[in-house]
């Protein structure tokens, strides 16, 4: 059975996350880059590599199935609002991406590797690097990239572009960049003196998300506790 609590605090941090890095959901959408139609050198992909592009604050994943397509997570509203493919099949903007995000509708879709990118430079295969895992063998995980494609929920921190590719590659989904802010937030709530920022950040919370009771409690009873900890 599901933890009220812990889903509730999840919901928080998913949103604060939203509202801190706004700008930075460029990382999943066309638009931020300059060069759209700069080439790329496809033929030095091979099927089943993980092609890594950055985007502001983050990095956007995806697998590369071979013949120019790329398969990514992508978070995009228009899926709960249309089953029309010809208008959803085309590239995502922030305008579909955004709300996409907050009512966690997604799809693991296919596009070229230049739309993937966007003008942005591309890194092959570096989580192998940095996560020190072997991988799977490539025609193993281009496979397994290709049945998972379709609808899927989407979450910042538990279902994320990141969390599909190394599911993909390694067998098991990971997210550095969802851990590493989960390890900042752990730091904050330790800090004693963050009982007042932690206050202030649970009543913008409630402003922003209403006063549903479970979101209020949550955003009332940790600056609380905090505050009852400090010296």
Not at 1 to 9: D, I, T
Not at 125 to 150: F, I, P, W
Not at 200 to 228: D, E, N, Q
Request: net charge neutral.
């Amino acid at each position: 059975m599901k933890n009220p609590m812990l889903e509730a605090v999840s919901l928080l941090l998913e949103k604060l996350l939203l509202i801190s890095n706004f700008k930075l959901f460029s990382v999943c959408t066309p638009g931020g880059g300059t060069e759209r139609n700069r080439p790329y050198e496809i033929s030095s992909f091979l099927r089943g590599d993980v092609l890594e592009v950055s985007r502001t604050h983050f990095t956007h994943y995806g697998i590369y199935l071979g013949d120019n397509r790329v398969a990514h997570l992508m978070p995009d509203i228009l899926l709960a609002l249309t089953k029309d493919k010809g208008r959803t099949q085309k590239v995502v903007s922030n305008k579909r991406l955004i709300p996409g995000v907050i009512c966690k509708v997604a799809s693991i879709r296919v596009d070229t590797v230049e739309d993937f990118a966007y003008g942005a430079d591309i890194l092959v295969n570096h989580l192998d690097e940095t996560l020190k895992k072997k991988s799977l063998l490539n025609e193993e995980v281009a496979c397994r990239a290709e049945q998972q494609l379709g609808l899927t929920p989407y979450s910042l921190l538990w279902n994320n572009c990141e969390h599909f590719v190394t599911h993909c590659r390694y067998g098991a989904p990971i997210s550095p960049q969802a851990e590493k802010f989960h390890e900042t937030v752990k730091i904050i709530i330790r800090d004693q003196r963050s009982s007042l920022a932690s206050a202030v950040l649970g009543l913008v919370s409630i402003v922003y998300m209403g006063l549903a009771s479970y979101m209020t409690f949550p955003a009332i009873c940790i600056p609380f506790c905090l505050w009852m900890m400090s010296d």
